[in-house]
């Protein structure tokens, strides 16, 4: 969407990165036209280090995630799922697991439909 777009939209946007080693949440807002960076969140959750040789994520490894995942939806409390973006990257991709965790984290972050 267009940062000039008159149509209705949330000011503030928030994006994660479910990293192998860290989860990041950027949390902006326009202002005069322009994307202003209000937050940053930075947690070492060591996804990778939880993906065994039958590429499954451990369970200690699901839990640090997800409670990581608890921190950063603190802070998007009142966020509409629309105006949040979350990517997983390498680890969750090769995951066999990957929906177990997906699943769960539904239950403690609002995911983007």
């Known amino acids: 969407m267009p940062i000039h777009d008159k149509s209705p939209r949330p000011q503030e946007f928030a994006a ?3 990293g192998s080693n860290s989860f990041h ?3 902006a807002r326009v202002v005069d036209g322009a994307m202003q960076i209000i937050g ?3 947690q070492r959750v060591h996804l ?3 993906l065994g040789p039958d590429n499954m994520l451990s369970e200690e ?3 640090r995630g997800l409670n990581c995942l608890s921190l950063f939806a603190e802070r998007l409390q009142g966020f509409s799922p629309a105006s949040v973006c979350i990517v997983g990257t390498h680890t969750l991709r090769q995951a ?3 929906t177990d965790f997906l699943k769960r984290a539904e239950k403690v972050i609002p ?3």
């Open 111 to 113: 995911l983007p439909d």
């Open 61 to 63: 490894a699901m839990t």
């Open 96 to 98: 066999l697991n990957a």
């Open 16 to 18: 994660v990165d479910l």
């Open 48 to 50: 990778a280090d939880g």
């Open 25 to 27: 949440m950027v949390i």
């Open 40 to 42: 940053r969140l930075k």
